[in-house]
């Protein structure tokens, strides 16, 4: 062969794969771009997106006192006597903090970081959807650059922690969701050497995170039409002052609710169980009181910490903390309804013992911490000095 027709030759190939090389960089560019339309057994997109990896960052392995909103530990009895040194009262975390206290509403909410807000915010627009216990609420990118930082898996997991435990405080209606169901899944997809993080929260891998008690989103409509019912109709029974209202909530949760010494029936942390099954533990007092503050419209919240109890050992306990004529006062149904036995009955001196209580004489015998989740922290506002 002639030598300048061989070269001609090898120059052509050369041409030839340095044009394909190029033509072929500059499509699967346009296709991962997705600037062009590419069927998908020719797409270099979906090829790489299939060699992705999946993540999951579950809310919590196993039960946990103190991941779950559960007080494990309650003792249904009349507390004694028994005084122990009150607490100093929480000191505010930042000026911008005790402003908010000072609104009329409180909410768990104010104390949230950026993306823990992100995250409730969220998961508040979308509780219609989450009915059906299955829809994953989508957030996309939004904590992309979070993500890429050394610490901020363990960020975002804690951010959600805090979300989820904070939505479901002050939100006493959600007694259909069981939050220890709920799932923060990661999907890390890497493109052209560019890794990318997109989160969502809510079922894992087709899991419920209904309560076990109701098994579908028409389960959970009818309960909640039989809740609402069930407020109507004690607000129906409500006259006079604001005080009166507050008292008449107070007596009629007292009246008609019953402490499971047993710690086995359903329901018995939520307001399901106080107010249509009747039968309740500290928790589930707490969250039918706030919900029927909710109702009239009186700042209440659901306050956690550790009580005295009648055998003078310290115990979990929950209470409220309600706000009236612009200052806050302390509220622990639950312990204005002990255990009677035999044909005893509760004396007013009872029934009101934590009725409007201030903060001297709340807090000789009950310690507030804020630990709804882990280390949360979360302050409450200051109760008012004397008792209503």
């Not at 098994?215 to 609402?228: G, L, Q, T």
Request: with cysteine; charged share 25%.
């Amino acid at each position: 062969m002639n030598p300048k027709k061989e070269n001609g030759f090898f120059h052509l190939i050369t041409y030839i794969l340095i044009f394909g090389i190029f033509a072929f960089t500059i499509y699967a560019c346009l296709d991962v771009l997705d600037l062009i339309d590419v069927p998908e057994e020719y797409s270099v997109a979906k090829w790489i997106s299939n060699h992705s990896k999946k993540i999951v960052i579950e809310q919590i392995d196993e039960p946990d006192t103190d991941k779950k909103i559960k007080i494990q530990i309650e003792n249904k009895q009349e507390p004694s006597n028994t005084k122990f040194v009150a607490p100093q009262m929480n000191d505010f975390a930042s000026s911008e903090i005790e402003k908010d206290y000072k609104n009329t509403h409180f909410s768990y909410y104010n104390q949230l970081d950026e993306y823990a807000k992100i995250i409730y915010e969220e998961l508040e627009k979308n509780l219609e959807k989450m009915k059906t216990g299955t829809y994953n609420v989508q957030f996309g990118t939004t904590f992309d650059d979070l993500l890429h930082k050394e610490t901020g898996e363990e960020t975002l997991n804690n951010s959600f922690q805090l979300a989820i435990n904070a939505l479901n405080f002050d939100n006493p209606e959600l007694f259909y969701i069981d939050i220890s169901k709920v799932y923060l899944l990661t999907k890390i997809s890497t493109k052209l050497w560019v890794t990318t993080y997109e989160v969502e929260i809510g079922a894992s891998q087709g899991q419920s995170y209904l309560n076990d008690s109701f098994a579908s989103e028409a389960e959970v409509n009818r309960a909640i039409r039989e809740v609402e019912n069930e407020k109507q109709k004690i607000k129906a029974t409500l006259n006079g002052s604001l005080e009166n209202q507050i008292k008449g909530v107070h007596d009629y949760l007292v009246d008609n609710l019953e402490y499971d010494s047993t710690i086995s029936k359903e329901n018995i942390y939520n307001i399901y169980g106080a107010l249509i099954n009747h039968i309740t533990v500290c928790e589930g007092y707490a969250r039918s009181f706030k919900a029927m503050m909710d109702e009239l419209g009186v700042p209440c919240l659901i306050a956690c910490g550790t009580a005295v109890n009648s055998a003078g050992e310290n115990e979990s306990h929950a209470w409220n903390y309600v706000r009236l004529n612009g200052k806050w006062y302390a509220m622990d149904v639950t312990w204005d309804d002990p255990v009677i036995i035999g044909n005893g009955y509760v004396s007013k001196n009872v029934k009101y013992k934590y009725y409007l209580k201030g903060s001297k004489e709340f807090f000789a015998n009950h310690v507030e911490n804020g630990e709804i989740v882990g280390n949360a922290n979360f302050k409450y506002p200051s109760l008012n000095l004397e008792n209503y």
